[in-house]
């Protein structure tokens, strides 16, 4: 079978992965043959062809923690393309391994706000509350969705995320309404340490945050 050929295949595997029917058998074969296909899949990620680099991105995230230290290297490519769905292959996998949460709140910097974006959402995904201080600094994000995402995180953080409380509340005063949103979000979802800023929320002018007020 392919896979007992392994990585010999890898790159006409890839090439499948162009073909919409036959997409979930390719990247099942390709997470069997594992961290031998980890290697081609990485350059496969600047594949012009769009699904190409979406399906390789998901490949490599079920591949999981065998595909963490190539994924990490790519935070430093020049392409940002590369560097935000490396990003997103380590929130997929949710691999909480001792590299891959520094090198990923080291991400948080980049340059471009699009792999920040991406950042992010990875630590949405691990949900590790060591990255609590860098998502509450991300909430002064000059980019407005860097900053609706990193309220997000700490939402999908929980309880463990209760440190963020205070700078959250103040963001309940914000113009941006889709900012006000998450963050009224995200301390429903942090629970009973939030509810002192939750309470005049039910009160409030805006119907989505009284519902998260009413469902904390």
Do not use: C
């Not at 007992?4 to 162009?18: F, N, R, W």
């Not at 190539?70 to 380590?90: E, F, G």
């Not at 959250?168 to 914000?174: A, E, P, R, V």
């Amino acid at each position: 079978t392919l896979v007992k050929i392994g990585k010999e295949t890898v790159p006409t595997l890839i090439q499948a992965l162009q073909d919409r029917g036959v997409s979930f058998q390719v990247e099942e074969t390709l997470v069997k043959i594992g961290k031998e296909a980890v290697p081609t899949l990485i350059p496969a990620l600047q594949n012009r062809n769009q699904l190409v680099r979406r399906r390789t991105a998901r490949a490599l995230s079920r591949i999981g923690k065998d595909a963490v230290p190539a994924l990490i290297q790519l935070l430093q490519d020049k392409d940002r393309n590369i560097r935000r769905d490396a990003t997103w292959a380590l929130g997929r996998i949710r691999e909480r391994s001792e590299d891959a949460v520094p090198a990923l709140i080291r991400a948080l910097q980049d340059e471009d706000a699009v792999v920040r974006r991406a950042v992010t959402f990875a630590l949405a995904e691990i949900g590790a509350e060591d990255t609590v201080p860098v998502l509450v600094q991300a909430l002064q994000d000059e980019n407005q969705y860097v900053r609706w995402n990193a309220a997000y995180a700490l939402g999908a953080i929980g309880k463990k995320a209760v440190d963020a409380v205070p700078a959250l509340i103040q963001l309940l005063q914000d113009p941006d309404p889709i900012l006000r949103f998450s963050v009224s979000g995200a301390l429903s979802r942090i629970g009973e340490d939030a509810m002192p800023a939750l309470i005049p929320l039910l009160q409030g002018q805006d119907p989505i945050a009284r519902a998260h007020a009413a469902g904390a």
